[in-house]
Structure formats: C-alpha cells, structure tokens
C-alpha cells in the first residue's frame, strides 16, 4: 500500500560531481510520475538547508530548464560538508513534519546514506509515514554494495585524460612527473590514471593507491629502475597513502595539519607532491622532477563527462523515486553489472551503505604494489567510456652527413 499524499523533498551533500545534477533531474522528474506527489521541494545546501528550512519548490520548474541543469557540472542546490549527527537529523524530520514531507532522497555518499539512516529511525520512532531513499554518488568509488559510484566515471576519464597529455609532455621533455589524485581511502580513481596508455612506454608507468603501504625506500627503487628503462618516469599516486603504522605520508611534510572535520589534510596544499619530489631529488640523480596536485579539478570539470556515468546518474535517481515512492521502500539504490557492459538497479538496506567505505579488490593492484592490473582495466573501462586516440610520431631517420 503506498503512503498518503505528501511533498517529495531532494537534496545534494559532500563534493559535487559532473553528473550530479542528472540524479537531481532524475529524482524530479521521476517524482512527478506519481499523483500522490503534492510537491518537489529541493533543499539548499543539503541537510545544512533543511536543518535551517532553506528550501526551493522545484514543483513546477520548466522540464527544459531542469535538462539544462541535468547537464551542468556540481551541484545546482550546492552542498554541505556538515556529518549526521541525531541531533541534525532529528531536526531534518521535525521539518519533514512541518512541510508534510512524505518522500525524503538524498543524493551523496557513505555519509548521506547514514544521514538518509537516521532520519529513516527518527520518523519510525515518531510514528509518522516518510519513505526515505539514499541516491548514490561519489568520485572516490567507494561505496559498498553497488558495483560503481555515478561520478566516478566522469572523474576517471578526466584523470586519464591528465595522465594522458601529462604522459606526452613527459615524453617531450623527459624526467619524472608526479600526479596526485584525490582518494583518502580508496585508489579507484588514481587507478584510472592507467586507462589511457596504448603503447609499452605510454604513462603512468608507476601508480601508488591508499590500500598498500607505501614505502619511500620501495619508491626510490621503483622511480630509479623506471627512469633506467624508459629514460623518464610519470608517476600516479593517491593522496591518502599511508606508511607501515597506517600514517598519511603528507603528515610528514605537514605535521599533522588537519581539516575542518578533523582528518589529516591531504593534498589541497600541494604539500604530498612537494614531499615526493623532495625524496627523488635528493635520493636519485635524476633532476628534472615536477608535481601536480590535480585537486578539485577532478570532481565538476566542465566538457569532460562520460555518457555512461550521465546515463546511470540520472536512472539512479529515477530509480530512487520508482522505490521510494512506487514500491513504498526505504533504501539505497545500487548498482549490479551484468554482461559486458550493462548493469541493473536494486534496492539495498540503508545500514549496508551507511558510514563504512570499501577499498579497492585485491586483485586490481599488481603483485608489486605500484600499477593496476588488466582486471581493473576491463572494470574501469566501460565507466569512464571512449578516450581520444593518441600518435606517436614514426618517421624514418635522416642518415648523418657530418659525423659520418
């Protein structure tokens, strides 16, 4: 039996995506599907705006203008990096209550799942009919459950396209080049850096993820021994790796500067890239050595999105609205691969999702700790979609004349 007559409330939290947007549209629209539906707020700033009632009625919103919005970069209600707590949460189904929210979507990652979690028990303990749908997203990948993240498709071909034109700068003007991409915990994204080699010498020749230990020593032995055999060396590696006692390596050069949510700030100063290329010129001899932090740079850019992670981002929230309000379920919308390459959408439980991450399989990291393997490949390849082709220039030599 489906619920009474209500709104449908949406909101967006943690980093924006560049498809983002399309589970915005997919949630709207799949809402305005349903004669139970009395209206289509959408919350400002996500759980921080309706802690503070910051609403906007997207009821009645032009579907061409919400197509256009679809298809813009970051998040068009913009977003909160404020955490759950019962105290937010509860004051998120008092203003539920007040505005007879009867369908609650939130669209963002671990942290929105356990939001999405709370409020599900605060409206259960208060007696009040609200169905509460989590809408998954987040270019880290790193979500259980779901095979893939929408937003982490369009983040990976941006990263493999950066390797790619960082790899034939590399090759122009050779010495080691060190790229780091965003990923605390899991090395999905600094991973994809690898999909945009075609030829033996093609970079990133070395990829270093949060899920190995990451040792300078190793690092030094593996920069050196690539720099022999390619006469360069172009270099992934994620922001969130950590030593033998589980340490952020930055903590190093930072130490131990923290963020406002209290974590170990990691790459947005640069500080990793500084340290790395610190360790190769003084342990090597090899001089030209240069670092970039791709940054934010990696999460909205505008021209760089995958179709596929644009397609899925909108079903998933059209998914969400089929769920929440169709079937009259709570959840999680997820993601099962099936075939090559095609997928189907499911309901999991919201306390499945909520608060924990997952790492990156065993078997997508090479036996050395420093690449990726064909598995992670054939995994990535489909989400991040077509790559432009890159040529290398093949011309005969000119026999010399004057050393003849």
Known sequence: MNLSTGRALVAQ???????????LLGVVLGARKYPQITGIFGAVQGIQ???????????????????????????????????????ICGRIFEVCKAHDVRYFFYIGGNDSADTCRIVQ????????????????????????????????????????????GANLDNRSLPGV?????????????????????????????????????????????????????????????????????????VE????????????????????????????????????????DTLGYLQRSFAGCVSEVDQTEAREVGEMAAKYAIGDNQDGSVAIRRIGDYAVEYFLTPLESVARE???????????????????????????????PTMAPLSAPAVNKILDA
């Open 252 to 291: 190093q050069f930072t130490g131990g500067e923290k963020d406002a949510h209290g974590n170990i700030q990691l790459s947005g100063t640069g500080a990793l890239g500084d340290l790395l290329s610190s360790w190769v010129r003084a342990g090597t001899s090899i001089s030209r050595v240069r670092a």
């Open 357 to 387: 991450s997952k790492s990156m399989p065993k078997e997508f990291i090479n036996k050395d700790g420093n690449d990726v393997t064909q598995a992670f490949l054939e995994y990535a390849r489909p989400l991040a979609g077509p790559l």
């Open 121 to 164: 028990e605060e409206a259960e303990k208060g007696g009040y009919e609200l169905r509460v749908a989590h809408v998954p997203k987040t270019i880290d990948n790193d979500l259980k459950v779901t095979d893939h993240c929408p937003g982490y498709g369009s983040a990976a071909k941006f990263v493999a396209q950066a390797f790619m």
């Open 177 to 249: 080049y060190i790229g780091i991409v965003m990923g605390r915990h899991a090395g999905f994204l600094t991973a994809a850096a690898a999909l945009g080699r075609n030829i033996p010498d093609d970079g990133p020749h070395l990829v270093y993820v949060p899920e190995v230990t990451f040792s300078k020593e190793k690092f030094l032995d593996d920069v050196n021994r690539t720099h022999e055999k390619f006469g360069r060396c172009v270099i992934a590696v994620s922001e969130g790796i950590t030593d033998d006692k589980g340490r952020p390596i």
């Open 49 to 87: 705006g309706i802690a503070e009632e910051n609403l906007v009625d997207l009821t009645e919103t032009d579907a061409s203008e919400l197509e256009r919005v679809g298809a813009t970069p970051a998040s068009a209600l913009r977003s909160t990096r404020i955490k759950p707590t019962p105290e």
């Open 13 to 23: 939290g943690g980093g924006p995506t560049a498809v983002i947007n399309q589970s």
